[in-house]
Structures are given as structure tokens and as C-alpha cells.
């Protein structure tokens, strides 16, 4: 498996839909995974869901500058961990961010996201 690939496949189709269509998220999560939202926690796919759907962003662009992965453990886990800029509708400054994701593989040869740790970097 290709780590790399996999783990730039899900960060642009991540942010894509975060960007597009955020309801849409809900599919990545399953019920056991757990969203760290600037140190809010959230667990199982619909309040995750919930909580992205309900954030006051409602027209925003993400532009990521980094993208590192490591394998996670003997079942294929994947660890991501993105950092970029997040540009809101209507403000002339972008607000830089990071996020890790921990994918871990499905029966059907998919990935979802076990856990997901989102942070506003201030500066």
C-alpha cells in the first residue's frame, strides 16, 4: 500500500468536501471515532457531523502546506498530519491551521477516520 498516495487522496478529497459540501463528512467517521475540535471532543460519526455542519464557517477555502503520514500499528492504520490555511468569506487575512488524522482500514479495502485533531494555529 501506498502511504503517501492514500494519505494525499484523503486529504484532498477531505477538504474538498469541507469546503463544498461539509454534511458529506459524516460518511468518514464511524461510531467509535472521536473529533478533538479546538480541544472540544466529539464522539461517533453523527455528532461529528453535527458539530462540522454547525461551525459558523460558511464560506471558507482551505489551502494545505504539508502533508506527512506514518504507518500506525499491525492492522494498517495510517497516521496524517496536515497543516495549511484556512481562508474565511468576506476576512482579507487566512487563519493557519493543523490537523492529524488517524485512518484506519475498513473490510471493503476503504479507509475511515478513527480520530481527528483539529487546532487553530495562533501567532
Do not use: W
Not at 12 to 40: C, I, K, P, V, W
Not at 78 to 84: A, D, T
Amino acid at each position: 500500500m501506498d502511504q503517501d498516495g492514500v494519505a494525499k487522496a484523503f486529504v484532498d478529497h477531505y477538504y474538498q468536501t469541507f469546503d463544498s459540501n461539509r454534511a458529506a463528512l459524516g460518511r468518514l467517521y464511524q461510531d467509535g471515532s472521536m473529533l478533538t475540535f479546538e480541544g472540544a471532543k466529539i464522539q461517533g460519526a453523527a455528532a461529528i457531523a453535527a458539530e462540522l455542519t454547525s461551525l459558523p464557517l460558511q464560506q471558507c477555502a482551505h489551502a494545505i502546506s504539508t502533508i506527512d503520514c506514518q504507518p500506525s500499528g499491525p492492522t494498517g492504520g495510517i497516521l496524517v498530519f496536515v497543516s495549511g490555511s484556512l481562508q474565511l468569506g468576506g476576512e482579507q487575512h487566512s487563519l493557519k491551521f493543523s490537523q492529524m488524522f488517524h485512518l484506519m482500514p475498513t473490510p471493503q479495502g476503504s479507509f475511515y477516520v478513527l480520530n481527528d485533531i483539529f487546532r487553530l494555529n495562533y501567532a
